[in-house]
């Protein structure tokens, strides 16, 4: 029904009037239709912004979980670090009041005395200090009357006598005093002094002693003690000065000579320690010439590897004990200059070594004055035995044998291996008969506890023994490693020859087999010398 089917104005404009309301009603209704659906959808995008932000919350949660107890590990740790720094400190502390007691503790001396510390006390006993002190007062500005100069002038002037008994520079003497616990002693310089005198203070106590000829004044005086209380003093490096008490010579017994004889038969003619021996004690000497070597290349980074496995101790000890293995080398050239002797997987490049010997060429000249013509000689000695220490660390067999070892049988299979032709002669001797340059003979000796090496060399028929005996005096005067003895056996002159290998301290494999070849070549070209063919010739000469 429509509002125009009512006559009555008023139902129909009341109608008309609910009906707009019912029509407002609807649109209400259908707005209220669509904002509900507007709403689910605002209403699900802020779920899922409210799952999103829960996601965010939980991981910023778990990091400041993570940051929390980082930082209370972090505290404890810290903790525990204060504590040990703590530790430290009070020990840094404890080693220093420690140090501290050790400096302002006087030195005890050893109970050793040393030759150079018996030396200087000798003569500290028999030098006549306060009368050598009054001739030295006059001319030394307020030693009578200043006390602290009196002590001044009579360490100066032990310092002085230092000097002259072990021919030592300024310089020398200076760095000594750093090192040597019997000459500070001596000079009565405490052991915790650090200004010590230096070369310049040392040298203008020379130039004093110059005045009025007071140098010459000491001269006599102590020349005159010497002669007085029978004593010679000898001397010419910084350790071998001695005092000697001249006594009348008795003349040996028959018994003592033959002795001294059997002593110098088992001594070889001419060795490395008689070459150190004219520049200083040889086992002192040495001990100072590897230390040296030893931080010279070790420094250096192109040369360390080369003693990267070897210690000063090993370096210095082969050198003692096995020095009479090195057979006298000859002179040093161009066309015959150091080379390597380990085997080659023990070798190093040319470069390096090269640069290594002359370090310790340069070193022997400068530093302890060798001659320059015998000290690359020398540092092939002292570099063999470098290398056999090298080997020596880096064998994974045996390469020394204890003294207790050697038998016949141990030499016989050696050489035998090595390509030599061997035969046992006894319990106590091998003869190599060839494969060397001239046939040789081993034999272990118990007595002097040396292996005897031994050759013999036989003369042609025609040859008498004069002519031999003329003809070894001449190779002993040219061969400074070997000794010529012109013997009779089977009734025909020989010249034989002997070098003594002592086994004391074990005998290294590779130096045996060296010195036998070096032993064996010397020989060989000792006889290459033989102009009147007096000797048999060697083989394949």
Request: hydrophobic share 40%; proline share 4%.
């Amino acid at each position: 029904m429509t509002v125009a089917q009512f006559s009555d104005p008023l139902i129909a404009h009341t109608l008309e009037k609910h009906y707009d309301q019912l029509d407002q009603y609807l649109d209400d209704l259908e707005s209220l239709e669509i904002s509900k659906e507007e709403s689910a959808r605002k209403l699900v995008v802020c779920e899922n912004a409210l799952d999103n932000i829960e996601r965010e919350l939980a991981r910023f949660t778990a990091k400041k979980v993570t940051a929390l107890n980082e930082r209370n590990l972090a505290k404890e740790t810290t903790k525990v670090i204060e504590k040990r720094a703590n530790e430290l400190l009070a020990k840094i502390e404890s080693l220093k009041l420690v140090i501290k007691e050790v400096e302002e503790k006087p030195v005890e001396k050893s109970a050793k005395t040393t030759r150079r510390g018996a030396f200087l006390k000798k003569m500290d006993h028999v030098m006549p200090w306060p009368e050598l002190i009054k001739l030295v007062e006059p001319i030394y500005p307020n030693a009578s009357t200043n006390k602290n100069v009196a002590k001044e002038l009579k360490q100066r002037l032990r310092l002085y006598y230092l000097q002259q008994w072990f021919n030592l520079s300024n310089i020398a003497l200076e760095e000594l005093l750093f090192d040597s616990v019997s000459m500070r002693d001596f000079a009565g310089i405490g052991q915790n002094e650090t200004n010590l005198p230096d070369a310049a203070q040392i040298e203008k106590f020379q130039k004093l002693l110059e005045t009025d000829g007071i140098k010459d004044k000491l001269k006599a005086k102590t020349d005159q003690l010497y002669k007085e209380n029978s004593l010679m003093i000898t001397g010419g490096s910084i350790i071998d000065a001695t005092v000697i008490t001249i006594t009348t010579a008795k003349p040996k017994t028959k018994k003592d000579a033959a002795a001294a004889q059997a002593e110098k038969v088992k001594t070889n003619k001419f060795s490395f320690f008689d070459a150190l021996g004219k520049y200083g004690e040889p086992k002192e000497l040495l001990t100072e010439i590897v230390t040296e070597l030893h931080k010279t290349v070790v420094e250096k980074k192109e040369t360390r590897h080369y003693l990267f496995n070897s210690s000063v101790e090993n370096l210095i000890s082969d050198q003692i004990k096995f020095v009479s293995y090195i057979f006298p080398k000859e002179k040093i050239t161009q066309s015959n200059p150091i080379a390597q002797t380990a085997p080659p997987a023990m070798r190093i490049g040319t470069g390096p070594f090269d640069e290594i010997v002359h370090a310790l060429t340069f070193m022997l000249v400068d530093w302890f004055k060798v001659e320059r013509k015998t000290a690359p000689v020398m540092a092939a000695h002292i570099l063999e035995l470098v290398e056999e220490t090298r080997c020596q660390i880096e064998d994974f067999t045996q390469s020394i044998w204890k003294p207790v070892e050697l038998k016949a049988e141990l030499l016989d299979r050696f050489f035998s291996q090595k390509g030599f032709i061997t035969r046992k002669v006894s319990e106590e001797e091998v003869a190599v008969i060839g494969g060397a340059e001239v046939p040789f003979s081993i034999q272990i000796d118990t007595t002097t506890k040396n292996l005897v090496v031994k050759a013999i060399c036989k003369a042609n028929d025609w040859s008498n023994l004069d002519e031999i005996q003329v003809f070894a005096n001449e190779l002993n005067e040219k061969t400074p490693a070997l000794h010529f003895d012109v013997e009779i056996i089977n009734l025909k002159p020989v010249m034989t020859t002997e070098y003594y290998l002592p086994y004391r301290r074990g005998v290294p494999h590779r130096l045996l087999l060296k010195a036998c070849k070096s032993f064996t070549l010397a020989i060989a070209k000792c006889l290459e010398q033989d102009e009147r063919n007096l000797m048999v010739k060697v083989a394949g000469k």
